[in-house]
C-alpha cells in the first residue's frame, strides 16, 4: 500500500543509526540556536497507495533539536486528525495496543530528524531538507523497518513502517532570521517520494504499509506543514 503515511512529520544518530548513512559535511545544514524547540501544524495529509486513499484534515506536531545541536532532534509529539479512507469510512489509530478517539492517528514518538541537504553544493539555498526516521524496528516487515503509525479503516488494520522520509524545507531562506518555517512533502506519483536521497546519492528513504494480509507495499505522503519556533532562528548553509 503506497501510502503517503500520515507522516507530515516535519534524524537524529541514536539507536536508528540503522536508517541514517554516515552525513558528509556537505550533506547538513544547520540552524541557529542551538536546541531549540517548535510546534507545527498541517491541513489536508493525503496518504496514497496503489488502490488506497486516506486522507487527514489536519495534523499537530512538537519537537525540539537536541540539547547543543544544530543539526539534529526529535518529534515528541505527531497527531493526525480527522483521517478517512476509501468511500469517507473513518480510519483511526491503534497506539500501544488501544484504539484512539475516532479518525485519530498518532505516529509513534519520538521520531529522531536531522538536517539533511537534497541536492550537492551549489544549490543548497534551495534545496534543504528534514530526514525523519522511525522510533522502532517492526519484525512484521522485511529488511528491518521501522515502525511509523498504525491505524484501522473500516476494522481492517494498516501499519506503516520505513527506513526514513524526507521532506524539503522552503522557509525561511539560508540566513534568514525567522520565527516560522515550512517544510513540504510531496510524491510526484503514486507511493513515489519526491525526495528519497541526501545529496541525491547513497541511501534510498522510503515508507512501506501493509494493510490486512496483504504483502508490503512502498508508500508516499503529500502536505505542507507550517512550524513554530520557541524562538527566532537563523538557518546556516554554508
Not at 131 to 151: R, V, Y
Amino acid at each position: 500500500m503506497k501510502h503517503r503515511t500520515m507522516l507530515l512529520a516535519l534524524v537524529v544518530v541514536s539507536g536508528l543509526l540503522y536508517a541514517l548513512p554516515a552525513v558528509a559535511s556537505a550533506g547538513v545544514w544547520d540552524i541557529k540556536p542551538a536546541g531549540v524547540s517548535f510546534t507545527a501544524t498541517a491541513g489536508e495529509t493525503k496518504l496514497t497507495a496503489t488502490g488506497l486513499t486516506v486522507k487527514c484534515t489536519s495534523n499537530t506536531t512538537a519537537g525540539a533539536y537536541d540539547a547543543g545541536s544544530e543539526q539534529t532532534g526529535k518529534i515528541t509529539k505527531l497527531v493526525f486528525h480527522g483521517c478517512t479512507g476509501p468511500l469517507g469510512v473513518t480510519c483511526t489509530g491503534t497506539l500501544n495496543g488501544a484504539s484512539e478517539p475516532s479518525g485519530t492517528i498518532t505516529a509513534t514518538a519520538p521520531l529522531p530528524f536531522h538536517n539533511v541537504t537534497l541536492e550537492p553544493t551549489p544549490n543548497l539555498e534551495h534545496k534543504r531538507g528534514i530526514l525523519i526516521t522511525p522510533k522502532e524496528i517492526d519484525n512484521t516487515f522485511t529488511s528491518g523497518l521501522g515502525h511509523f503509525a498504525s491505524f484501522k479503516c473500516a476494522g481492517i488494520e494498516t501499519k506503516v513502517a520505513g527506513n526514513g522520509i524526507i521532506g524539503e524545507v522552503t522557509k525561511p531562506a539560508c540566513e534568514e532570521a525567522s520565527l516560522t518555517g515550512n517544510l513540504i512533502f510531496e510524491s510526484p506519483s503514486t507511493g513515489v517520494q519526491k525526495w528519497q536521497q541526501i545529496t541525491t546519492e547513497g541511501t534510498k528513504f522510503d515508507l512501506w504499509s501493509k494493510t490486512g494480509g496483504a504483502s508490503h507495499v512502498t508508500s508516499s505522503e503529500d502536505g505542507t506543514g507550517t512550524i513554530t519556533f520557541a524562538e527566532k532562528v537563523t538557518p546556516n548553509c554554508t
